[in-house]
T-cell receptor, first 113, second 111 residues
Framework: DSGVTQTPKHLITATGQRVTLRCSPRSGDLSVYWYQQSLDQGLQFLIQYYNGEERAKGNILERFSAQQFPDLHSELNLSSLELGDSALYFC????????????FGAGSRLTVL | KNEVEQSPQNLTAQEGEFITINCSYSVGISALHWLQQHPGGGIVSLFMLSSGKKKHGRLIATINIQEKHSSLHITASHPRDSAVYICAVLNSGGSNYKLTFGKGTLLTVNP
């Protein structure tokens, strides 16, 4: 167990639906990152939060949104789902941006049918 | 052309062999991560480097900032080292921690 908890582990849904992925960072970590891993694109950075505030955005679609709550857990919301959104979504956390230790969760596997 | 290029894409070795995986990048960076991903998906950060060399057990990572190149070495390889190894670079500093990833190197170590 890495200390970063992601739920659900697996999710199967239909096109057009909306899902929420949840991440609880390692205790003491204030930074949370979301990444998408698909077969054709590999790993891609989506978005970064630090202590509740958005700090950086990557290739995140407008249909996707995220937030980090006061208890530091984060949620990634994916809406109007398309087949191409099927991927592994990873959350990672750090004590602060640039800290030595970057810890990944086990990932949430999303399948859109 | 990707900002981060890894070679080789696939590598098969016999147990005990010395392994080298290379990563080249085209932009200035402030740090570089080597990640390990086993079948089944979990990702572990092995090293974060901004200069020089780091060693952990049988793993050694080096970086040459001037040449924009990093290598991951595995000594006395073992079947449990079989995994995808991913290089990721950080090309911005401060509180903006946006990683750009290579496509990964699939390592298979046969007994």
């Amino acid at each position: 167990d890495s200390g970063v908890t992601q739920t659900p582990k697996h999710l199967i849904t239909a096109t057009g639906q909306r899902v929420t992925l949840r991440c609880s960072p390692r205790s003491g970590d204030l930074s949370v990152y979301w990444y998408q891993q698909s077969l054709d694109q590999g790993l891609q950075f989506l978005i970064q939060y630090y202590n509740g505030e958005e700090r950086a955005k990557g290739n995140i679609l407008e249909r996707f949104s995220a937030q980090q709550f006061p208890d530091l857990h984060s949620e990634l919301n994916l809406s109007s789902l398309e087949l191409g959104d099927s991927a592994l979504y990873f959350c990672a956390s750090q004590e602060s941006p640039g800290a030595n230790v970057l810890t990944f969760g086990a990932g949430s596997r999303l399948t859109v049918l | 052309k990707n900002e981060v290029e890894q070679s080789p894409q696939n590598l098969t070795a016999q147990e005990g062999e010395f392994i080298t995986i290379n990563c080249s990048y085209s932009v200035g960076i402030s740090a570089l991560h080597w990640l390990q991903q086993h079948p089944g998906g979990g990702i572990v950060s092995l090293f974060m480097l901004s200069s020089g060399k780091k060693k952990h057990g049988r793993l050694i990572a080096t970086i040459n900032i001037q040449e924009k190149h990093s290598s991951l070495h595995i000594t006395a390889s073992h079947p449990r080292d079989s995994a995808v190894y991913i290089c990721a670079v950080l090309n911005s500093g401060g509180s903006n921690y946006k990683l750009t990833f290579g496509k990964g190197t699939l390592l298979t170590v046969n007994p």
